[in-house]
């Protein structure tokens, strides 16, 4: 079995079944076959929905248990098919956008399973940015006023990370956002802290928030950016910022909730650094291995804060 589908053509091909899904993840989750959770026996009996069966101790495990499918009553084929748009839309997936593709009835629906994937798109103890990585803050939101949100001016504060390409000063290679809580100078290093290996050169814009982060291990790049303009110093981040302001409107039209909001960075995230990857087939694969490491989300934990959810046109 190829690892993941080329194109629109192979992806059909490859999982017109409910059991060619199952099959599928089974083959992710245990690429080196299933063994016995219990006690590590590789004869097992296969069972529908995904369920093994020792055949020395009669343990049961479940493909789904304790993965993002865990509880889903849905056809694993409409998931496929969602991570398969998701993963094909460059600029990012809005829940009516989902909705319309799959033909959902429900706009709940899409809008929980976006959330889902967003937990997906995210493998813990992911490694730090590294090299010449340059750092900055920006805001977002606030541009409808009189929609409630955090702050007065329902603004949030984006830490930016990009890394210089290692190819080219002039190119960034990968991303690392998150939300601040606050401009503080302790604040900003432990977003640098987050995201970047200790030994890397920082080019922050503004200096004075990051004066301490030599004591920390990083060292501090005073020269400007050959090609900037005159008084921009990070002109990667001020890039990736714009970037980021643009998705915000477009595909968000600037309704993300600030509850959610570092779920929807880890998002851009996700799609950013994987911009130059010509197979959509490979981060459809990234996908469904996010989704079998995360845990199950409960629609409970996501449904609390739906009052503030996008905007249904
Ligand atoms: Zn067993």
């Known amino acids: 079995m190829e690892l993941y589908p080329a194109d629109m053509a192979g992806f059909m091909d490859m999982f017109p079944t409910e059991d060619t899904c199952l099959e599928y993840l089974s083959l992710v989750r245990w690429p080196d076959g299933y063994k016995c959770l219990r006690c590590g026996n590789g004869d097992y009996w296969k069972k529908a929905r995904g369920l ?129 809580e606050n401009a503080a100078g302790e604040t900003l290093v432990k977003a640098v802290q987050a995201a970047v290996e200790p030994g890397s050169l920082v080019r922050p814009d503004g200096w004075s928030g990051y004066s301490s982060l030599p004591s920390h291990g990083y060292t501090h790049v005073p020269n400007f950016h050959k090609d900037a303009a005159p008084g921009d110093a990070t002109p990667l981040a001020h890039r990736v910022a714009s970037l980021l302001k643009r998705w915000w409107l477009g595909t968000h039209q600037g309704a993300i909730s600030p509850t959610h909001l570092a779920y929807y960075l880890d998002e851009f995230t996700f799609r950013f650094n994987r911009r130059t990857s010509r197979s959509r087939g490979k981060l459809f694969y990234r996908l469904i291995e996010g989704a079998l490491q995360s845990d199950p989300v409960p629609a409970k934990t996501l449904t609390q804060h739906l009052e503030a959810r996008e905007p249904t046109a």
Not at 76 to 86: H, N
Not at 151 to 180: C, Q, T
């Open 52 to 180: 093994f069966t020792c055949r020395a101790c009669g343990y049961e495990a479940s493909v789904l248990v304790g993965t993002l499918f865990q509880d889903t009553r849905k056809p694993l084929r409409l998931w496929f098919q969602a991570m398969w748009y998701v993963v094909n839309q460059k600029n990012g997936v809005s829940a009516l956008g989902l909705q319309k593709a799959l033909g959902l009835g429900s706009y709940h629906t899409a809008w929980e399973w976006l959330h889902k994937l967003r937990r997906a798109m995210v493998r813990s103890g992911r490694e730090r940015l590294s090299g010449i990585v340059e750092v900055d803050e920006t805001l977002l939101g606030g541009e409808h006023p009189g929609k409630r949100g955090r702050g007065a001016e329902g603004k949030s504060l984006i830490f930016i990370a990009a890394e210089e390409a290692a190819h080219s000063e002039n190119a960034i290679g990968r991303i690392r956002l998150s939300v601040l």
